[in-house]
């Protein structure tokens, strides 16, 4: 399925300029979204289920953190078509302003004591929007990064992006991490935990200042002029390319999975077995830096020895870590807890989130490129990301406090993405002689073939 590549002009302080603006408006939008996985973990079970027991009450704020996936495949749809029809940057604009007036309506909502369930039913409505803008940001941020990129150091730059996702974790957990030892739990649960929420309104401000000053893809400005870019996109990518729209989603699930494993649920299951929440939250700000520190280097990685080798290395790495996770945590020691949350974060889940940026739209044409990473990355989310908190809970209730359901669950769908990236290509051109493995851009041949094509149902 390789394809020549027919090269548009490159410009390296262009693709900074794209990588930077991406970086900063993936990080205003995932902001908005990890916020309420954080406060979901420490004190949405209190304020907004305080009638039940503490481990149910932790598990009903979980399913109000799930429900926000279950709509990011609506989003990338949604937004995968607006993208490939109208404009990379436009869908970007509007699935950050959705996202980020959502987290702040969540900083001035109305808890259980004032409104009962209501609360409960609002915070679902209000994560249901939230699910379906960053359905749509992910996959555009990298793609526009990616069309700006040079062939060669593509995995480099589009990896600048995914840095947009864990800093956007670091920032919440930071503020979480002040507030929840400045101030006493009655004033935290008073009004404290809003004011992360409330802040999101200063981090959306900044990301759509810079974002509105990205120029469009030139990628795309030449396929719009194109008539096939008239077909429907996803029609276009389940005909041509179904093997990697599926395989693509089940590669998706070990990033999409110890991501909230070491970041929420471990923070839960550390508060459950008596450790300092606090501390735990310190911790893993530790190993966000680290990842910080690591994603940019696994992206140039991917340039010179390929996305798949790194992407599945990384994938067999966490299935190793699992079971030293629970252990470390059960230790309440702190070295063996920084060691394996850096361990976790900054080489499993970062190799295995790094590639991504580059790889999945490397496996789709031009014409579909937005609606086929859209679609891998949201259901692919959507099905290991979503409910995984809610199912890791349930599974240590049922087991009485075990964690062998839990350990067996990510590991199951671990390796399922090893199955899948075993049978799925590689795609950097570094690896393929140059070659693209999809078409990468509208070339002078298809142009002509188009016109033609057109001209005779013209006359038809």
Not at 192 to 221: M, N
Not at 238 to 267: D, H
Not at 446 to 451: K, L, M, R, V
């Amino acid at each position: 399925m390789s394809a020549s590549f027919a090269p548009l002009a490159h410009d390296a302080k262009k693709a900074r300029k794209t990588a930077g603006a991406s970086f900063i408006g993936t990080m205003a939008e995932y902001y908005d979204f990890f916020i309420y996985g954080t406060a979901s973990a420490l004190v949405f079970n209190k304020i907004f289920f305080p009638e039940i027991d503490p481990l149910l009450g932790t598990l009903a704020a979980f399913s109000t953190y799930a429900v926000g996936f279950f709509a990011r495949p609506l989003g990338g749809i949604v937004w995968g078509h607006i993208g490939d029809r109208i404009g990379r940057k436009k869908a970007l604009i509007w699935t950050l302003l959705i996202t980020g007036l959502g987290t702040f309506a969540i900083g001035l909502m109305p808890t259980y004591e004032t409104i009962g369930l209501w609360a409960a039913v609002i915070l679902v409505f209000v994560r249901l929007l939230q699910g379906f803008g960053v359905g749509g940001e992910q996959g555009g941020a990298v793609l526009l990064t990616a069309e700006a990129a040079p062939p060669k150091q593509r995995g480099f730059y589009a990896s600048l992006v995914q840095m947009g996702s864990p800093a956007a974790y670091l920032v919440p957990s930071a503020l979480f991490a002040f507030l929840t030892t400045q101030l006493s739990e009655e004033q935290f649960l008073a009004w404290g935990w809003r004011i992360p929420f409330l802040l999101s309104i200063l981090v959306v401000a900044i990301g759509l200042y810079i974002r509105l000053r990205v120029d469009e893809s030139e990628t795309f400005k030449a396929v719009k002029e194109n008539a096939k870019a008239q077909q429907a996109p996803v029609k276009l990518v389940f005909r041509k390319n179904r093997r990697e729209v599926f395989l693509g989603m089940g590669s998706k699930f070990v990033e999409a999975a110890v991501f909230p494993f070491y970041t929420v649920f471990l923070v839960a299951y550390s508060k459950n077995v008596g450790n300092d929440s606090g501390f735990v939250l310190q911790a893993i700000i530790i190993a966000i830096i680290a990842e910080l520190i690591m994603i940019p280097i696994w992206g140039w990685l991917t340039d010179k020895i390929g996305r798949k080798k790194v992407f599945l290395g990384a994938a067999i790495l966490n299935l190793l870590l699992i079971w030293p996770a629970f252990a470390a945590i059960e230790s309440g020691d702190t070295l063996p807890i920084v060691a394996i949350l850096v361990a976790g974060l900054a080489l499993g889940h970062a190799g295995t989130y790094a590639p991504q940026a580059s790889y999945y739209p490397e496996l789709f044409p031009v014409r579909g490129r937005y609606t086929g990473v859209s679609i891998v990355w949201q259901f692919g989310a959507m099905i290991a990301s979503g409910p995984f908190t809610v199912i890791a809970t349930a599974l240590l209730v049922a087991g009485g406090g075990s964690i062998t359901g839990v350990a067996i669950y990510v590991s199951a769908l671990i390796l399922v993405s090893v199955v899948c990236l075993t049978l799925l290509p590689e795609t950097a051109p570094s690896q393929l002689g140059g070659r693209e493995y999809a078409e990468w851009t509208v070339t002078d041949e298809d142009q002509s073939n188009d016109t033609a094509h057109h001209s005779t149902n013209s006359v038809k």
